[in-house]
């Protein structure tokens, strides 16, 4: 594929159960970034991978988010009892190389989450 | 205080006008990024500059390391440049990208 692909495209769930974000990157994109846009807020850092590292979880912002990506390339984002606040568009971006400040992000269109 | 802020939050403009959108930051940095996101649409990224300045067809970034300041200007502006503008730091300590909430620019025709 040409870009980043994220699914599903929107999500609606009832509180308290689980969700699973998924997130293909660009083909040979070491790095990858999770970010959450809340509505009218700006973009929140989430959590970051770069190649078989441990990844940066610093962003996220309770126990109940997790994610992983296998093979260095899928990423999933889980979110365990999802809550009325976890309701944002869920956003993943790649990038090449091992400096991240020196990378630009290819973003892909993002998971539009709402949980009733 | 964000360590990004950029202004102004909203910007209503008549086609051609010139446009400028600012942003500050209060942070060590090691790149800034400006970002496109059209409503309902993903985001892209228009810019990644460390000094100086860049230019893409109707867009131009400058950047002033001492003055922790960097401004997108778009010339000719277009109805089809009304989109959300982002402006992102890399901040040098850690890497980590910090965002500014946004500028909401809409093009009259």
């Not at chain 1, 979880?57 to 976890?86: C, H, M, N, W, Y």
């Not at chain 2, 990004?4 to 790149?31: D, K, M």
């Not at chain 2, 002033?64 to 000719?76: D, G, M, V």
């Amino acid at each position: 594929g040409a870009g980043v692909s994220q699914s599903p495209s929107n999500k609606v769930t009832e509180k308290g159960k689980d969700v699973e974000l998924r997130c293909d990157p660009i083909s040979g994109h070491t790095a990858l970034y999770w970010y959450r846009q809340s509505l009218g807020q700006g973009l929140e850092f989430l959590i970051y991978f770069q190649g078989n590292s441990a990844p940066d979880k610093s962003g996220l912002p309770s126990d109940r988010f997790s994610a992983e990506r296998t093979g260095g390339s899928v990423s999933t984002l889980t979110i365990q009892r999802t809550q009325q606040e976890d309701s944002a568009v869920y956003l993943c971006a790649s990038s090449w190389g091992y400096q991240r400040r020196y990378n630009e992000q290819f973003f892909g269109p993002g998971t539009r989450l709402t949980v009733l | 205080k964000n360590e990004v802020e950029q202004s102004p939050q909203n910007l209503t403009a008549q086609e051609g006008e010139f446009i400028t959108i600012n942003c500050s930051y209060s942070v060590g940095i090691s790149a800034l990024h400006w970002l496109q996101q059209h409503p309902g649409g993903g985001i892209v990224s228009l810019f990644m500059l460390s000094s100086g300045k860049k230019k893409h067809g109707r867009l131009i970034a400058t950047i002033n390391i001492q003055e922790k300041h960097s401004s997108l200007h778009i010339t000719a502006s277009h109805p089809r440049d009304s989109a959300v503008y982002i402006c992102a730091v890399g901040r040098d300590r850690d890497d980590k990208i910090i965002f500014g909430k946004g500028t909401r620019l809409h093009i009259l025709p």
